[in-house]
């Protein structure tokens, strides 16, 4: 079992920066990539960024440029950094953890508003 726990959240303003933490704990050694999701309402949950145990990573299109993500595998953290948010970044974030054997967790998800 995993355990994930996303901080971070909030309300800003278009154009402002946000920083997302996810803690990681439990079976954290069978943990191959790690993610982050939204879902904004009315939406289905997509995909922002992955990356891999060695620091691969992967990014929609929408967020290439503004969005960085990275991996404290010492600290079992992983990290959203956003930089000039729009409001379609709206959504609840979902920290995701993908093991060797294919199975997914998830955290609680964190609210992110982003005002006009």
């Known amino acids: 079992q995993v355990q994930l726990v996303e901080s971070g959240g909030g309300l800003v303003q278009a154009g402002g920066s946000l920083r997302l933490s996810c803690a990681a704990s439990g079976s954290i050694s069978v943990v191959n990539v790690m993610g982050w999701y939204r879902q904004a309402p009315g939406k289905q949950r997509e995909l922002v960024a992955t990356i891999t145990s060695g620091g691969t990573t992967n990014y929609e299109d929408s967020v290439k440029g503004r969005f960085t993500i990275s991996r404290d595998n010492a600290r079992k953290m992983v990290y959203l950094q956003m930089d000039s948010l729009e409001p379609e970044d709206t959504a609840v974030y979902y920290c995701?953890?993908?093991?060797?054997?294919?199975?997914?967790?998830w955290g609680q998800g964190t609210q992110v508003t982003v005002s006009s």
């Open positions: 995701a953890a993908d093991t060797f054997t294919s199975n997914r967790y």
